[in-house]
């Protein structure tokens, strides 16, 4: 009730002539706003989710204040190999590797428990996936059949198949525009990226271009502008950054700078100034620093994680980083220095074998 008022009241100030931005409020409104804003971060339920692909389980937690993770069991999955969260926290996602398959779980809001809502079919040897930011579509990559599996989201329902488009050989991440605009798929063994424009009323995607050269093309993700796009080269150790054409979506790359030794999967900060990659074989992860205004990247350092850190996932706030770790099966947790991007260990909670995703819904 209390967060009821304080939003009711937030959007009381908000709200009148809906031409009125931030920027012509006063000192106090700002304030007040920012207070606001803090309070309902601060509040929000967060729970984390990890996919533990030789355990055939999918791991549950509670991601408390402090950024540490604490356990709430594991459901069962066969074979998962990434799971992804829809903006609001409605559904989990849950890529089966070998039945060629991805399962649909409801997420309950108080609890952060998972209940199966079903199994739908896909192509061979699903890998990444990602949600519009409408939370409309969903697009999942297969890496054996060389192609994107799309779907439409439905409310307490299975999505609905939308087709199918051919990426690269062995696409294994894709990524959608924060402007529901294009698509990105990496392409590992096919040492690319595949460009795709998105229909934003239907979430057909359509080829737009191979950006070519990018050995062993792994992690991938967009900054919250959508200007810039940045992938990690599993084969050359590095992470580039791409500026996006806002017109046709093609890519320009900027420049390139080393990672540790094979990364896979990357975030990047809220504040879009920091890249974090998870070097597989290194056991570290690469912090990155990026110029906002030109997407140059330049290397900040890296710090140590498990064994053989898979995946990657940034706190909604900023404030931490989630490492999965395959071969030391478990989760690093650590804070993150907004002003460097340095990070510190939180230590480590356990999770199934072979955890290589994580995702955190938000409500």
Do not use: W
Request: hydrophobic share 40%; aromatic share 8%.
């Amino acid at each position: 009730m209390k967060r009821m008022v304080i939003a009711l009241a937030f959007g009381t100030l908000l709200a009148p002539g809906c031409a009125r931005s931030f920027g012509d409020s006063n000192s106090s409104d700002q304030v007040f706003a920012l207070m606001v804003s803090t309070y309902l971060t601060q509040n929000r339920p967060r729970f984390a989710y990890a996919a533990n692909e030789s355990a055939n389980t999918v791991s549950m937690y509670r991601v408390e204040s402090s950024g540490l993770l604490s356990p709430l069991g594991t459901v069962a999955s066969s074979s998962p190999s990434t799971v992804t969260v829809d903006p609001s926290g409605r559904f989990a996602f849950v890529s089966n590797n070998t039945p060629s398959q991805f399962s649909t779980f409801t997420i309950d809001s108080n609890t952060g428990m998972l209940s199966a809502l079903g199994i739908s079919a896909t192509g061979a040897n699903p890998q990444g996936s990602a949600v519009d930011v409408t939370g409309s579509f969903f697009y999942l990559v297969n890496q054996t059949a060389a192609t994107v599996s799309m779907y439409r989201i439905n409310s307490g329902a299975l999505p609905t198949a939308n087709g199918t488009i051919a990426t690269g050989t062995g696409p294994v991440r894709v990524a959608i525009d924060p402007k529901s605009r294009f698509a990105f798929a990496t392409n590992f063994t096919g040492n690319s990226i595949s460009l795709y424009t998105m229909n934003a009323s239907t979430g057909s995607l359509t080829a737009n271009g191979t950006q070519a050269s990018v050995f062993g093309a792994a992690g991938i993700c967009i900054d919250s502008t959508g200007r810039f796009l940045f992938a990690n080269s599993n084969g050359g150790a590095l992470v580039s950054s791409a500026s996006i054409n806002q017109g046709t979506g093609t890519l320009t790359i900027v420049n390139s700078v080393a990672t540790g030794n094979a990364p896979l999967e990357l975030a990047i900060h809220p504040s879009n100034r920091f890249l974090y990659s998870a070097n597989n074989t290194a056991g570290t992860v690469s912090i990155t620093s990026v110029d906002t205004t030109t997407g140059f990247l330049t290397p900040v350092g890296s710090v140590a994680a498990g064994t053989n850190p898979f995946g990657v996932r940034m706190h909604p706030t900023g404030a931490f980083l989630y490492v999965a770790n395959t071969g030391s099966l478990d989760i690093s947790m650590f804070a993150i220095d907004q002003t460097t991007g340095g990070l510190t260990s939180l230590g480590s909670v356990p999770t199934g074998a072979g955890a290589k995703s994580i995702a955190i819904a938000s409500f």
